[in-house]
């Protein structure tokens, strides 16, 4: 299974894309960011969506992406 982790400058920005996100029946969950992703506040939104469309709809609110790592389990 693939997912992206999408890092952010705070967990408010955090809370608020999983509930922005969750609204629009997109899956995604609050996670802590790994070490070697040092952007941002130490939490990230991970998300299994196309990542482009969802950082579209994310920047467009006003959500900013420090950084973006995709990872396969």
Known sequence: MKYTLLAVSSVTYAMKAKKLLNSMGIFCEVSKTPKNLASGCGYSVRIRDN?????GILEKSGIAIKDRMTVEM
């Not at 990542?51 to 950082?55: I, L, M, N, S």
């Open 51 to 55: 990542p482009g469309y969802v950082t």
